[in-house]
């Protein structure tokens, strides 16, 4: 059996292997310099200390680094759930089911840009296998909905293109440019042009796990096995839910999931019958990419290549490691290793939720961070290799994963930094359900100083209804958190201290070897405190105060583990002072402070 790899073909020359991302440090035999790196690795002659040091020298990548300045993104689960009420689809929707009369996505953006979010994030696919852009890959597509369609329009390639889906995965795809298309058919295009034109950095959800592509055999064989619960009055899980709600249909794409289809050598993109992309690649204009992959994976693999080449840049690409049939006897060996790499060839910058050097998920869908968040983790094997939420020590949703306890573990083999994500949905479901309301305004602004306020970015779901755009009442929950955290934040009142931390820019910084004294020119009062450090040199603090002189003595005011890029605390009154100190405690490398702010909330 071919061993899986990936390898860059450009016209007919082919390359060597694709490096992964930011290779990790090659061996110092435990005793040379130390050297700044994303992803490094841990030698079995590191000591403890040693170890620690590194861990101090791991700093964020270029494309981390943009994505760490933008703390809040909106998610937008949008999509097959959103027309049958449901949290999880089956695969064996018809396509007709998507059906909204308008998708405002220009609305979309003005509701979530009045929230501050700076980038936005759409499900392209998710576990029900349907995706909102007209894929060359699967019938199971916007184009097979009567939404491509102009009301009232009809076009006889369709039947044919009905007929010859279940053998041509591209045959609705060959009917796109039909006189009937719908010119706002592609939901993805929409959603990015709208957001460029707003401001805003794009990211994408592709679900690796996916609901169309089970073998039919296996969709019959659940729905028998749950209509035996139902009938013996057992309850049902949501995607038993579905099933049951499907069992007179079944999966509608190819059967290419978990089936053990032979691993062959393929070329992606794969070309379908009338592919608009051939003459461009034979130009050498497009790149070309070998592979050793079973059907799915190959599949997989032609969508990541669709979105990067179609809808790029994209920031972030996010994908889970869901395998949820696998204790049925269902499950898909994801080739994690190429699926990285080929991202990373085709948008060095982009950062991949749980990919090497990308993000990762915070452990909860709360909107809450850990008091002690760290960047730089350790991992127990190479993050190029494998879904990163398995490579944490004690897993993603541990309570410690980065303290000099979990850098000493034996099993540690490589450092890399990776940032925290926490998500979070604005209603209770994740899809648009109308019995469901949001979160206030002010549940929002605890869950940014939770989320944002603890060195991690905040992810949150705002999900379009049937009709194509946000609820009202959403916009106005968006609205108000806005303004909350804007007005909150229009004026740093520690401003004429030292200008290196008070300023704008991240990198300049002051070394906090010694307790930084922050002198007002009047007294000022607040009640939150923002720090970050300069984490282009990485992250050091383990241990910090912040002081205030009140009535001529020295007063703690806040005391803090971790810094990182931002660690915001809200004090329970405020607090009227001239002069401030900030004192690190504990460090592993000498720290930089790059900010030092201080506000008065207004609600």
Avoid at 306 to 326: H, S, V
Avoid at 431 to 454: A, E, M
């Amino acid at each position: 059996m071919p061993i899986r790899g990936l390898v860059l073909v450009v016209a007919a020359a082919v390359s060597a292997a694709l490096p992964a991302v930011s290779p990790a440090a090659a061996d110092d035999g435990c005793g040379g310099p130390i050297r700044p790196a994303t992803i490094m690795t841990v030698q079995s002659c590191d000591n403890p200390a040693r170890i620690v040091a590194k861990a101090a020298a791991v700093v964020p990548r270029k494309g981390q680094l943009a994505w760490q300045q933008r703390p809040v993104t909106a998610f937008t689960h949008f999509g097959m759930n959103t027309f049958t009420d449901r949290e999880w689809g089956s695969g064996a929707e018809k396509e007709s089911t998507f059906a909204p009369p308008a998708v405002d996505t220009d609305q979309w953006m003005r509701s979530l840009k009045a929230a501050g979010v700076t980038q936005v994030m759409l499900t392209a696919k998710h576990h029900d296998g349907f995706v909102l852009y007209p894929t060359r890959y699967t019938n199971h597509s916007v184009v097979a909905s009567p939404w491509w369609l102009t009301p009232g329009c009809t076009d006889e390639a369709r039947d044919a293109a009905e007929a010859a889906r279940s053998t041509d995965p591209s045959a609705y795809w060959q009917t796109r440019n039909s006189a009937c298309a719908n010119p706002r058919g592609d939901v993805l295009r929409d959603y990015v042009t709208s957001a460029r034109a707003a401001g805003l950095k794009v990211g994408v959800y592709l679900s690796p796990a996916d609901g169309a592509e089970l073998p039919k055999s296996f969709f019959a064989d659940e729905v028998q096995r749950i209509e035996a619960k139902v009938a013996a009055g057992q309850p049902l899980s949501i995607e038993e839910q579905a099933t049951y709600e499907d069992r007179a249909s079944s999966p509608q794409g190819q059967g290419r999931y978990g089936t053990g289809s032979a691993i062959t050598r393929r070329t992606i993109p794969t070309l379908v019958p009338h592919d608009d992309r051939a003459a461009a690649l034979a130009a050498g204009k497009l790149p070309k990419f070998t592979v050793d992959e079973d059907d799915y994976n190959a599949y997989y693999l032609n969508q990541i290549y669709e979105l990067f080449t179609q809808y790029g840049p994209i920031d972030e690409l996010w994908l889970d490691g869901a395998n949820p049939w696998r204790d049925r006897g269902i499950g898909e060996t994801y080739d994690f290793t190429t699926w990285f790499r080929m991202i990373h060839a085709l948008s060095p910058d982009t950062v991949t939720f749980a990919g090497p050097a990308g993000v990762r998920w915070v452990g909860n869908e709360a909107g809450q961070a850990r008091e002690t968040e760290w960047s730089p983790l350790p991992t127990t094997g190479d993050p190029n290799t494998a879904h990163n939420e398995e490579l944490f020590v004690g897993g993603a949703t541990a309570e410690d994963l980065g303290s000099r306890q979990v850098l000493a573990d034996p099993s540690v083999r490589y450092l890399q930094w990776a940032p925290a994500e926490s998500d979070v949905s604005i209603r209770p479901g994740w899809f648009f359900h109308p019995d469901q309301t949001p979160k206030s305004p002010t549940q929002l602004v605890d869950i940014y100083r939770r989320t944002v306020g603890r060195n991690s970015s905040l992810l949150l779901n705002i999900p379009p209804g049937p009709d194509g755009r946000i609820a009202p009442a959403d916009t106005a929950a968006l609205a108000g958190f806005g303004q909350a955290i804007a007005r909150t934040q229009s004026r740093n009142l520690a401003a004429g201290a030292p200008g290196a931390v008070t300023d704008s820019s991240l990198t300049t910084a002051v070394p906090l070897d010694h307790p930084l004294d922050v002198r007002l020119p009047r007294p000022v009062t607040f009640d939150q405190i923002r720090l970050g450090e300069d984490i282009t040199r990485g992250q050091h603090v383990e241990g910090a105060l912040v002081q205030a002189e009140i009535g001529g003595t020295w007063q703690t005011l806040a005391t803090v583990t971790t810094i990182g890029y931002t660690r915001l605390v809200t004090l329970p009154a405020p607090v009227t002072a001239a002069r401030l100190r900030v004192v690190v405690t504990q460090s592993r490398a000498t720290p930089y402070l790059a900010t030092f702010a201080l506000y008065r909330t207004v609600v």
